[in-house]
Each structure stands twice: as structure tokens, then as C-alpha cells.
């Protein structure tokens, strides 16, 4: 059998072009099946970065712009409040003072023989309803932590007062004024001594037991006589 060279040539041609088809064929399927996968993988990125860039974006806005969180808001009701008891146990304190000074200053009240009892009853009384109010601050489960706080140490203050003022009158007993009265609010001080006048030795007598037993300078005690 005679074999056609002719025909092997045509064969082998149409093999090469076979072959060469379906390298260009698979080459664009592959390419466009990693196009796609691409084009979905920058879709599913895209998409994290929109669902979760708003909230950062937020966050630093309100960073920047100082906004109030939901938590920030509830501890600035907390200050608020704080504050607003302050004030409260502040304007308590100087309504009790206050009252205190107006009775022991009254030109009526002076006048009493029984002025010096009288007066040493009002001041007690007075604070007692001051530390009653306090106790009421401190005791209420609403109140702000920190007013409890002031409350306390008004309490603390009004004793500490008390003590020292009880230590001059006795002092003051002990030099022979056995009748004195002595209020102490804050950085100032206030005496009234049952006397018909007030000698220059009596009064520098009567200063330095202020002074020295409540730490407060001569210039804001105020010294007077009832009589």
C-alpha cells in the first residue's frame, strides 16, 4: 500500500491548528474566569470596607468634633447632678451661718439677760438641723457620690467647729469672762462677751485665745459686747 505524503501533511496541519485553537480557547477562559473572580473578590472587599467605614468615620468625627457619647452623656448627668448637690450642702451651710449671725447680732436678742444661754441653745439647734439635712443627703440612694462626699465633710467641719469653739468659751471661763458666746464659720470667727465695755487688755486677752486655739487671723475676728 502506497501512503499519500500529501494527505499526512493535511493531517498534521489540521492537528497543529486543532491544538492551537483550543490553547487560544482555554487561555481566554482562563483569563476571563480570573477576571471575574477578581472583579467579585474587589466587590466582596469594597463592600467590608462600605459596611464598616461609617462607623470608623463616625467615631472620628465625633472625635475630633468632641461629641458626646451615650456614656459620656450619662457622666456628664452624673457631674450635673454632682454639682447641683454641691450647691445644695454649700447653700445649706451658709443658710444655717447666715441665720446663726443674724440672731447673734440682734439688737433685741442683745438686750436678753438670758442672751448668752439663749444664743448657745439657737446655735446647737441650728446645726443640728444642718446635720440632719446632711444625714438626709447622704442617705439617699440618689444622691451623687460626690455630694455625699461634701455632706460628709461638712459634718465633719461642723464637729470639729463645735469642739474648738466649746474649748475658747472654756478658756475664756478660765480667765474670768464666764460669759461668751463664740461662732466659727469657715475663716471667720465671732464673739460676744456679756461685758459693759471692752478694755484694750480684754480684747487682746480674748484674741489670743481665738487665735491661737482656732488658727484664725486676728483681722477676721469679730468681737463684741452685749451690753
Do not use: C
Not at 469672762?177 to 487682746?204: H, L, R, S
Amino acid at each position: 500500500m502506497k501512503f499519500n505524503y500529501k494527505n499526512r501533511g493535511f493531517v498534521v496541519l489540521s492537528l497543529s491548528l486543532m491544538l492551537i485553537v483550543v490553547g487560544v480557547v482555554n487561555y481566554q477562559l482562563s483569563k476571563d474566569s480570573t477576571l471575574s473572580v477578581s472583579d467579585e473578590f474587589k466587590a466582596y472587599e469594597q463592600a467590608q470596607i462600605d459596611k464598616n467605614s461609617p462607623d470608623k468615620e463616625a467615631t472620628l468625627v465625633d472625635s475630633i468634633k468632641g461629641k458626646v457619647t451615650i456614656d459620656d452623656k450619662e457622666d456628664t448627668s452624673k457631674t450635673k447632678e454632682t454639682n447641683s448637690k454641691d450647691s445644695d450642702v454649700e447653700n445649706l451651710a451658709k443658710e444655717t451661718s447666715k441665720e446663726i449671725e443674724e440672731t447673734l447680732n440682734s439688737k433685741e436678742n442683745m438686750d436678753s439677760d438670758t442672751y448668752i444661754v439663749d444664743m448657745k441653745m439657737t446655735r446647737e439647734r441650728q446645726r443640728n438641723q444642718l446635720t440632719e439635712q446632711l444625714n438626709e443627703i447622704i442617705n439617699n440612694p440618689s444622691t451623687a457620690d460626690g455630694a455625699k462626699v461634701e455632706a460628709s465633710n461638712m459634718k465633719v467641719e461642723i464637729v470639729k467647729n463645735s469642739d474648738i469653739e466649746l474649748q475658747i468659751e472654756n478658756l475664756l471661763l478660765a480667765k474670768g469672762y464666764d460669759e461668751a458666746i463664740v461662732f466659727i464659720d469657715g475663716d471667720k470667727v465671732n464673739v460676744v462677751v456679756n461685758m459693759e465695755e471692752i478694755t484694750q487688755n480684754d480684747a487682746t486677752k480674748i484674741f489670743d485665745i481665738v487665735s491661737n486655739q482656732s488658727g484664725i487671723n486676728r483681722e477676721n475676728i469679730k468681737l463684741t459686747n452685749n451690753r
